[in-house]
């Protein structure tokens, strides 16, 4: 079967393969969040700030279970890019019927799982009574789609790990604006409100899932899904699950810890809360575009793991740290400087507006250091060890987190000592997965000679 439409990452020059390849994939990450965005500008100039306060609060509750089924995702990319890197195309064919099983299972279970949830984990995070009931409704809808957002997620996973980064572009991008189309449709004619939103959200996932099964069906090359031979593989299962699981818990966790940081910000008033839900979206655009570079990471070093090239190994590494890093700096430049544009798509508010700017430049002046932490678990990933940086993540930025909001932030109670746990959180951690990685790296590369 011809592989001329996928991508050799393991030949050619390196810089300007990987920002190619992780353009597309960028505005592909950009345009999921814009889901998010579309939603809360939408109900915050429609339908007030209340309504605004109501999707802010849900927000992390809602990214807490699309995070962990995206954790999945990078499970996938990885063996099947492995296996690219190969060239055995039965192996290919069997990582992606495994994982497109798998891949449905855990977006049903998700969907069960987040239902029965929904409220007692809005209650724990403080939610403020005024907001709870629209909360609680948005989430009850948005959550129907999360059996979409595995299998979009999947065949996105696949598409990558095949360097094909274009298809999810072009699905996402007519998803994303049906999706802006009916926020307003619902939101401004029927006066849905959070209802509405929500609605549309799911509506779109929906459509890019079926687009993209839609397109693996069809292929011609080794990544096709073919329905009529699916059956799970158990080496290919215990693989996926091997790296998939760990990095699923590891976002599982850690948007645990933010609900913590959540229940911090909803000590505050009303408007402080639904400014620092808006604001909350720049860290989400700027995570997504350094995530590019991240994918990225997994699927070059993947492949020339596979191939057992050691120097482009290293150097895919680099590169995609390098640019991380810059992105996410150049970032926050940018938002320092249109801050005052970007918080006022989503309210009027000059309290809302201010919270949010407030936030701004907090966390934005360390996103640098995230691409040293998330871009060197890539790169362990890629190498086949996903446990260790779980667990340095699980205590680095989720449990130090959680001792902070009970002690420090406990005891100063300024969203200054609120928001400092970020920066502090991630320098610790990404100190430590950087020791980590440079452990086994040496221990990998010395098996290739």
Same mark, same amino acid.
């Given at each position: 079967?011809?592989?001329?439409?996928?991508?050799?990452? =393991?030949?050619?020059?390196?810089?300007?393969?990987?920002?190619?390849?992780?353009?597309? #994939?960028?505005?592909?990450?950009?345009?999921?969040?814009?889901?998010?965005?579309?939603? $809360?500008?939408?109900?915050?100039?429609?339908?007030?700030?209340?309504?605004?306060?109501?999707?802010?609060?849900?927000? $992390?509750?809602?990214?807490?279970?699309?995070?962990?089924?995206?954790?999945?995702?990078?499970? &996938?990319?990885?063996?099947?890019?492995?296996?690219?890197?190969?060239?055995?195309?039965?192996?290919?064919?069997?990582?992606?019927?495994?994982?497109?099983?798998?891949?449905?299972?855990?977006?049903?279970?998700?969907?069960?799982?987040?239902?029965?949830?929904?409220?007692?984990?809005?209650?724990?995070?403080?939610?403020?009574?005024?907001?709870?009931?629209?909360?609680?409704?948005?989430?009850?809808?948005?959550? +129907?789609?999360?059996?979409?957002?595995?299998?979009?997620?999947?065949?996105?996973?696949?598409?990558?790990?095949?360097? *094909?980064?274009?298809?999810?572009?072009?699905?996402? =991008?007519?998803?994303?604006?049906?999706?802006?189309?009916?926020?307003?449709?619902?939101?401004?004619?029927?006066?849905?409100?959070?209802?509405?939103?929500?609605?549309?959200?799911?509506?779109?996932?929906?459509?890019?899932?079926?687009?993209?099964?839609?397109?693996?069906?069809?292929?011609?090359?080794?990544?096709?899904?073919?329905?009529?031979?699916?059956?799970? !593989?158990?080496?290919?299962?215990?693989?996926? #699950?091997?790296?998939?699981?760990?990095?699923?818990?590891?976002?599982?966790?850690?948007?645990?810890?933010?609900?913590?940081?959540?229940?911090?910000?909803?000590?505050? *008033?009303?408007?402080?809360?639904?400014?620092?839900?808006?604001?909350?979206?720049?860290?989400? &655009?700027?995570?997504?575009?350094?995530?590019?570079?991240? =994918?990225?990471?997994?699927?070059?070093?993947?492949?020339?793991?596979?191939?057992?090239?050691?120097?482009?190994?290293? *150097?895919?590494?680099?590169? +995609? #740290?390098?640019?991380?890093?810059?992105?996410?700096?150049?970032?926050?430049? #940018?938002?320092?400087?249109?801050?005052?544009?970007?918080?006022?798509?989503?309210?009027?508010?000059?309290?809302?507006?201010?919270?949010?700017?407030?936030?701004?430049?907090?966390?934005?002046?360390?996103?640098?250091?995230?691409?040293?932490? !998330?871009?060197?678990?890539?790169?362990?990933?890629?190498?086949?060890?996903?446990?260790?940086? =779980?667990?340095?993540?699980?205590?680095?930025? +989720?449990?130090?987190? &959680?001792?902070?909001?009970?002690?420090?932030?406990?005891?100063?109670?300024?969203?200054?000592?609120?928001?400092?746990?970020?920066?502090?959180?991630?320098?610790?951690?990404?100190?430590?997965?950087?020791?980590?990685?440079?452990?086994?790296?040496?221990?990998?590369?010395?098996?290739?000679?």
């Amino acid at each position: 079967m011809s592989i001329r439409n996928t991508k050799d990452l =393991t030949v050619g020059n390196l810089p300007k393969q990987i920002m190619f390849f992780s353009l597309p #994939l960028m505005v592909t990450n950009v345009l999921q969040v814009m889901f998010n965005i579309a939603d $809360i500008a939408v109900v915050g100039r429609f339908a007030g700030d209340m309504a605004l306060g109501s999707v802010s609060s849900a927000a $992390i509750v809602a990214i807490f279970f699309g995070g962990m089924i995206m954790g999945f995702g990078g499970g &996938i990319n990885v063996v099947v890019a492995y296996h690219y890197g190969t060239k055995n195309h039965d192996n290919i064919a069997k990582s992606v019927s495994t994982a497109f099983i798998i891949s449905m299972i855990i977006g049903l279970t998700f969907f069960t799982t987040a239902q029965c949830v929904c409220h007692p984990l809005l209650t724990l995070i403080g939610t403020r009574a005024e907001l709870f009931d629209g909360a609680k409704l948005y989430l009850r809808i948005v959550f +129907c789609g999360l059996p979409a957002g595995a299998i979009y997620n999947f065949g996105n996973a696949v598409y990558s790990a095949a360097g *094909d980064t274009r298809k999810p572009f072009y699905i996402l =991008t007519v998803s994303g604006i049906i999706n802006i189309i009916l926020n307003l449709v619902f939101v401004i004619f029927f006066k849905m409100s959070v209802a509405g939103v929500a609605l549309a959200t799911v509506i779109s996932q929906y459509l890019s899932a079926g687009s993209v099964l839609i397109a693996l069906i069809m292929s011609k090359q080794p990544h096709k899904l073919r329905l009529s031979a699916l059956k799970l !593989d158990p080496g290919m299962l215990k693989t996926i #699950l091997s790296l998939g699981l760990p990095y699923s818990a590891q976002i599982g966790v850690f948007h645990i810890a933010n609900m913590f940081f959540q229940y911090g910000v909803n000590s505050f *008033d009303a408007s402080f809360v639904a400014g620092n839900g808006a604001a909350g979206n720049a860290d989400a &655009i700027v995570y997504n575009m350094m995530a590019a570079f991240y =994918t990225a990471c997994g699927s070059f070093m993947g492949q020339n793991f596979g191939a057992g090239i050691r120097r482009r190994i290293r *150097d895919s590494y680099l590169w +995609c #740290l390098l640019f991380s890093a810059a992105v996410g700096q150049i970032a926050f430049f #940018l938002f320092i400087i249109f801050g005052q544009t970007f918080m006022s798509i989503f309210s009027s508010d000059p309290a809302v507006i201010r919270a949010g700017i407030y936030r701004l430049r907090y966390l934005g002046m360390v996103y640098g250091v995230t691409a040293l932490m !998330d871009c060197t678990i890539a790169g362990a990933r890629a190498l086949g060890h996903g446990i260790m940086p =779980t667990i340095i993540v699980i205590m680095g930025s +989720c449990v130090f987190r &959680i001792i902070w909001i009970f002690t420090i932030f406990a005891r100063i109670h300024t969203p200054a000592s609120l928001f400092m746990l970020y920066p502090v959180s991630w320098t610790i951690t990404a100190i430590a997965e950087l020791i980590y990685f440079a452990v086994i790296y040496r221990k990998e590369m010395s098996k290739i000679g």
